[in-house]
């Protein structure tokens, strides 16, 4: 399924800027170039990096590729539960509360490493595991109207726009 087909209907606008910086990309295609690139990323920090924040009150690194984590395991779980046709409204999750509870500082780069290829493999797993009609159900977070299939690329284009920044002002 290409970026393209999927309708602005399926998703609330706050996330149209991370769906444009995909351009117009196969889901499946897209989730296992995003995991090599951050792999990849991940394997050419320094581990003295992982600490470092660009600015007062911004995150540290390790805590941006653990929010990356944070975010993909919410936006997953909302795919399963919609694929599922849970109609249960789900809420947003405040990043800025989970951050400060991450432990990001007392991790190793292994053992982000490690975690982040468990979590875009079980994204990858789930993923494939759908057909065209669920990658279609809808269900309800934050308020708004959200597919499975727009989840799909949201994930992928939250990544985008955090590996971004990384590049520009961590590394």
Request: some cysteine; charged content about 25%.
């Amino acid at each position: 399924m290409l970026r393209s087909e999927l309708p602005s209907s399926e998703y609330n606008p706050f996330y149209h800027t991370y769906l444009l910086a995909l351009g117009d990309v196969d889901l499946i295609q897209e989730l296992t170039r995003g995991k090599d690139e951050l792999i990849t990323l991940l394997e050419e920090i320094p581990e003295s990096k992982l600490g470092y924040a660009y600015g007062e009150g911004k995150w540290t690194l390790a805590e941006v590729l653990l929010h990356i984590m944070d975010a993909e395991r919410v936006f997953q779980y909302r795919a399963l539960c919609f694929a599922r046709n849970d109609q249960t409204p789900f809420p947003g999750f405040d990043q800025d509360e989970y951050v400060p509870h991450s432990n990001a500082a007392s991790r190793t780069k292994a053992s982000l490493v490690k975690e982040y290829s468990a979590i875009r493999e079980s994204t990858l797993c789930l993923y494939n595991s759908f057909d065209k009609d669920v990658l279609k159900r809808v269900g309800v977070a934050s308020g708004s109207r959200m597919s499975v299939r727009a989840l799909g690329f949201i994930i992928s284009g939250h990544q985008a726009h955090h590996v971004n920044i990384i590049r520009k002002r961590y590394l």
